[in-house]
């Protein structure tokens, strides 16, 4: 199939249940929103377009993740106007069920799924095109990420996916940083010689205002949680660490990346999982002119956990949805709304 463009820049409005007044920083559960997916933990949930007769409509595409049936492939629209959910049942093979993948959405191509595990490791590369609503397996050249899950993904400047760390069973952790170009199915290697990231599964990382690559947290051989902030340079393929902020060390956190606004930062991370093994329920702020994050509780948040999904969907309104996760008393489902401005 023919790959459909969507816009550069999707248009997302900011959703109108219960309005809140912009001076305020609340988190409420929508138990309004009929139900869709099931619980669940370790999936994608990524903001971006779908493609009608009256245009393109912002949507965000909920796609696999862990259940308590075991690893899933099953793909989900939410639709950012209604606030309703629908199931999907694209033409095409789709992806294996996965969980601990990555999804990207990319203008002129649709969601890539990236990578996982599920019935062992995975290192195929997805795209599902809003366009035509199918999937297609996209060409993988030349220096190939080998298989693995608990990586990260984001769409850099230059219009390539950059991916970095991860895990393998047989492996172990990784701390390379590649980038794929979907003019030509080729992966490049961008590893720097020098300091990196140590390596690390179940972090996350998003390009920045700064036009680096910013990495957070995860975990590595030995320890748990991690609280350590990184920033990439592709021009100069340098990795530089950030200050300690104090935020606790998180792994399997929800992030989104943000309209910068007037904000401060320009990307959230929601809980994860903590040092001692527990779970956490507060709000990181990351901002990348210092590379740095900084950390809060909020009144009424969502009960602590990981592997929870996070969106941006109200650009300067700083308007976020969360969904799913995990804790030590089982899955998630609990969709929740957090609105207003966010300052240290």
């Not at 999936?43 to 993740?65: I, K, M, S």
């Not at 990555?102 to 490791?121: E, I, N």
């Amino acid at each position: 199939a023919t790959p459909t463009s969507g816009p550069t820049t999707p248009v997302v409005p900011t959703p109108t249940i219960t309005p809140i007044a912009e001076d305020a920083t609340t988190w409420r559960e929508l138990t309004e929103v009929a139900s869709g997916p099931s619980a669940r933990t370790d999936h994608t949930w990524t903001a971006g377009w779908a493609v009608g007769a009256e245009g393109d409509r912002p949507v965000a595409y909920l796609f696999g993740g862990r259940t308590a049936d075991g690893p899933s492939n099953d793909l989900w629209s939410f639709d950012l106007e209604t606030y309703s959910w629908s199931e999907l049942q694209p033409a095409g093979p789709p992806p294996a069920p996965r969980f601990g993948h990555t999804a990207t959405m990319v203008p002129g191509v649709g969601l890539v799924v990236w990578s996982g595990q599920g019935d062992g490791f995975f290192d195929d590369i997805w795209a599902y095109d809003p366009g035509v609503d199918a999937w297609q397996q996209l060409p993988s050249l030349g220096a190939v990420p080998d298989a693995r899950y608990g990586s990260c993904a984001s769409l850099g400047p230059d219009g390539r996916l950059w991916v970095s760390h991860g895990f393998t069973q047989d492996d172990g952790r990784f701390d390379d940083t590649r980038a794929y170009d979907f003019a030509t199915g080729e992966w490049t290697d961008e590893t720097p010689a020098g300091d990196r990231p140590v390596k690390r599964c179940l972090h996350d990382c998003y390009w920045s205002t700064q036009d680096t690559l910013v990495l957070y947290g995860g975990q590595t051989t030995g320890v748990p949680a991690l609280g350590d902030i990184w920033s990439y340079d592709a021009s100069a393929q340098t990795w530089t660490e950030g200050p300690d902020s104090g935020a606790p060390p998180r792994q399997l956190y929800a992030l989104a990346s943000s309209s910068r606004g007037t904000s401060p930062f320009d990307a959230i991370a929601f809980g994860g999982g903590s040092l001692d093994g527990g779970y956490l329920s507060d709000l990181v702020q990351i901002s990348s002119d210092s590379v740095e994050a900084f950390s809060s509780e909020l009144p009424n948040s969502p009960s602590a956990r990981s592997g929870a999904s996070l969106i941006q969907v109200g650009g300067i309104a700083s308007t976020y949805l969360l969904f799913g996760g995990q804790a030590a008393n089982g899955l998630f489902g609990d969709l929740w709304q957090l609105q207003g401005y966010w300052l240290p």
